[in-house]
């Protein structure tokens, strides 16, 4: 257990839909990580929040979006949903963020039919 | 642009070694290892920090060639647990890179009796 909850763990959704996906980082640590895993794209970074405020940004599609509340918990929020937007997505958590380890959560597995 | 693993994929029988290696074009700051099983998150194996500084798991090694911007993780004595799926994340020198890691493609290792 790394410590990284995500909920939900699953979730099933049609096309065109929004859905929230949540993450609470590991006690202590300040910078959240959002990540996209998919077959064909392998393990792809979307975005970085550091206490509260966006840090870096990656692959992250427009329709996609995130935020880092004052508890430090993060939100991801897809919209208009694709069938190619079906993934894991993975949260990690790291202390400040350069030359630390990010530890991973669960993951929330998305389908959108 | 994401670092290259190789070999994409190593079968070993139980007590046999191994060695991954990842190669980047970029400037290191710090190379990430991590263990995937199917359908888990990613587990952190080993972080190396360019000036030489190795943190991580007692019986896997990896070595950080910052001239090269390459690194190789050794399994030695490998066991029926060590099997999964390998990928190195890499994080750049320079200012703006605030720790996100872009990920390999993976070597997929399976280890049988």
């Known amino acids: 257990d790394s410590g990284v909850t995500q909920t939900p763990k699953h979730l099933i959704t049609a096309t065109g839909q929004r859905v929230t996906l949540r993450c609470s980082p590991r006690s202590g640590d300040l910078s959240v990580y959002w990540y996209q895993q998919s077959l064909d794209q392998g393990l792809q970074f979307l975005i970085q929040y550091y206490n509260g405020e966006e840090r870096a940004k990656g692959n992250i599609l427009e329709r996609f979006s995130a935020q880092q509340f004052p508890d430090l918990h993060s939100e991801l929020n897809l919209s208009s949903l694709e069938l190619g937007d079906s993934a894991l997505y993975f949260c990690?958590?790291?202390?400040?963020?350069?030359?630390?380890?990010?530890?991973f959560g669960p993951g929330t597995r998305l389908l959108v039919l | 642009q994401q670092p290259v693993q190789s070999p994409q994929a190593v079968i070993l029988r139980e007590g046999e070694d191994a060695v991954i290696n990842c190669s980047s074009s970029?400037?290191?700051?710090?190379v990430h290892w991590y263990r995937q099983k199917h359908g888990e998150a990613p587990v952190f194996l080993m972080i190396l920090l360019k000036g030489g500084e190795q943190k991580g798991h007692e019986k896997i090694s990896a070595s950080f060639n910052e001239k090269k911007q390459q690194s190789s993780l050794y399994l030695t004595a490998s066991q029926l647990s060590y099997s999964g799926t390998y990928f190195c994340g890499t994080a750049n020198a320079g200012g703006t890179s605030y720790g996100k890691l872009t990920f390999g493609q993976g070597t997929i290792l399976t280890v049988h009796p």
């Open positions: 990690a958590s790291s202390g400040r963020g350069v030359g630390e380890t990010q530890y």
């Open positions: 970029k400037a290191l700051y710090s």
